[in-house]
């Protein structure tokens, strides 16, 4: 017998940042409560231009962190502080432009 689909619409954009024990573990989870804070404030949490957050436990690279990544932009962030949290809110997944300046490499100029 087959399951029914559960409703889902994608968001515009999907942000990981890494809460994993290694990195950063001082500061990752208020990073990540940051971050969901804010897009429930911005009103980012439903609608046309949602932002769906998720935190995760490990990228693989265990430093530089707090660490996230973008998607469908593919767009790495490093060294994440709240400050830096907030420029990357309004500049990348707001206005739709990368911060290179917190970028692991160059970030597409297409996101």
Sequence with gaps: MAQEKPSFTPPKRHIF????????????SQV????????KVLGFHEGPEKVQRSQCHCFGICQGGPLAVVYPDQVWYHHLTAEKLER????????GKPVQDYTLYPAPQSA
């Design 17 to 28: 940042i890494c809460t994993g024990p290694r990195c950063a573990p001082e500061v990752s």
């Design 88 to 95: 990357v809110i309004q500049e990348h997944l707001i206005g």
């Design 32 to 39: 990540y409560q940051q971050l969901k804070d804010r897009i």
